[in-house]
């Protein structure tokens, strides 16, 4: 690990401040993804700005949802009675993430922000434009079973891994932010995370040194809510492929994937298609689908596992 300076902001706006004004500083809270990635000098900040100190650890109601502060441990949100309730696709899509262990130090803010698992980008002796624009893509044509078949691009292949934020894609969920000049923006999930295209390096819509300040629920949902994952081991694995789905009595619903693309990947034309059964909906979600030899599995997995979420809603 590299030589860095380290301070704990006291305001949001002072945290904002802090890392704009330094090109190679990072916010951490729990730093359950950003200290491996520093370890392993991928990340390689020379200044880190400690927001734990910020008092965005809260969950409230908020215009007949709720609003989730960023450093609310994923333990913390997943155990809560009103998610639980009221957004289970939420609850239980943080419980299939990572380990107890890494939940009770992971923050919302962390969940959304980390970085893909893809082999090549965590291999530096391999060609990566994530890891290091303009080297190229050694996954492209390499062993890519874990990666990308929607989305892609000639420059990365890589997926987003985690859970929570497929679920909060399925909600329709906002992130609150504050610049270094104290103003707040509010970015819908759907714009949170970016696709590859040219800059792969760019995983989000976040200005530079803009912090994130909570996410927010709108009116619960209703109907039963679902999220299956499919994985090579029974824990503490990333997604082939990920499902959430909230279904309603009269079969309509709404279906989110993960493990799939680049970022949570839902179309909501596609869920017009619900009541016609999950081939249906899964051959519009994957319009335009460009697996690999190795990952072309995936594409009928995801109809597997959309028809397994309805066929359990069915019977809840």
């Not at 929607?150 to 909060?168: E, K, R």
């Not at 912090?211 to 694995?237: E, F, M, N, W």
């Not at 789905?245 to 839902?266: C, E, L, M, N, S």
Request: charged share 20%; hydrophobic share 40%; glycine share 8%.
């Amino acid at each position: 690990m590299k030589p860095f300076t380290y301070e704990r902001a006291k305001t949001p706006a002072q945290a904002a401040a802090a890392v704009v004004g330094s090109p190679t500083a990072k916010f951490i809270a729990g730093g359950t993804n950003l200290l491996d990635l520093m370890k392993l000098q991928i990340e390689t900040p020379t200044h880190l700005v400690d927001v734990q100190d910020l008092k965005l650890d809260r969950i409230e109601a908020a215009d007949g949802g709720l609003r989730i502060g960023a450093l609310v441990s994923n333990t913390d949100l997943a155990a809560d009675a009103r998610v639980r309730r009221d957004y289970g696709v939420l609850s239980r899509a943080i419980v299939a993430g990572a380990s107890g262990q890494l939940r009770n130090k992971a923050t919302t803010a962390g969940n959304l922000l980390q970085r893909t698992r893809c082999p090549y980008f965590y291999d530096t002796n391999q060609a990566c434009n994530k890891r290091k624009p303009g080297s190229g893509c050694a996954a492209i044509g390499g062993y890519s079973r874990q990666l990308a078949v929607i989305g892609t691009s000639n420059a990365c292949i890589a997926t987003y891994p985690g859970d929570m934020a497929v679920a909060l894609r399925l909600l329709d969920a906002k992130v609150e932010t504050v610049n270094a000049a104290g103003e707040t923006r509010v970015i819908p999930i759907a714009d949170f995370h970016r696709l590859p295209g040219d800059t792969p390096h760019i995983d989000t819509n976040l200005a530079r040194g803009e912090l994130i300040t909570a996410v927010t629920l709108p009116q619960p949902l209703g109907g039963t809510h679902i999220y299956h994952k499919v994985r090579d081991r029974a824990s503490y694995a990333f997604a082939l492929v990920s499902v959430a789905a909230v279904i309603q009595q009269d079969g309509t619903g709404r279906a989110a994937i993960g493990g799939i693309a680049h970022k949570p990947w839902r179309v909501e034309a596609a869920e017009a298609a619900m009541p016609q059964g999950s081939k249906a909906v899964a051959s519009r979600l994957l319009a335009g689908a460009t697996p690999t030899h190795d990952n072309a599995f995936k594409v009928p997995l995801v109809e597997r596992t959309l028809a397994a979420a309805i066929a359990e809603a069915r019977t809840a």
